[in-house]
């Protein structure tokens, strides 16, 4: 009784993961979004005994994934990191000087 509330609760966390991640406007808050719905994806694949598609979800689709977004924010200019944020701040003082 207690794996299938356990089991419930996880189907329902996913349904409003993907909800939210197709109403967020932050593509950084949508990717961490999509990193809990694969974590949570690997739990139900352990409570259903299937641990070789856990591991390959908890690898792949929170680990591998994640970073490719993640790089590839940073390769369009979606995702700064500080230097890059203090030379823009720099560039616009400069332009405000000059």
Do not use: P
């Amino acid at each position: 009784m207690s794996v299938q509330i356990t089991s419930l609760a996880l189907l329902l966390f996913l349904i409003v993961c993907a909800v939210c991640a197709s109403l967020c406007k932050n593509t950084f808050h949508t990717i961490l979004i999509y990193m809990t719905f694969g974590t949570v994806m690997s739990v139900i694949w352990l409570l259903l005994q299937a641990a070789d598609l856990a591991i390959t979800e908890a690898a792949v689709g929170v680990g591998v994934d994640a970073i490719l977004y993640f790089l590839t924010l940073r390769k369009i200019g979606a995702l700064k990191g500080k230097e890059e944020k203090a030379n823009e701040a720099d560039m616009a003082e400069d332009k405000k000087v000059g």
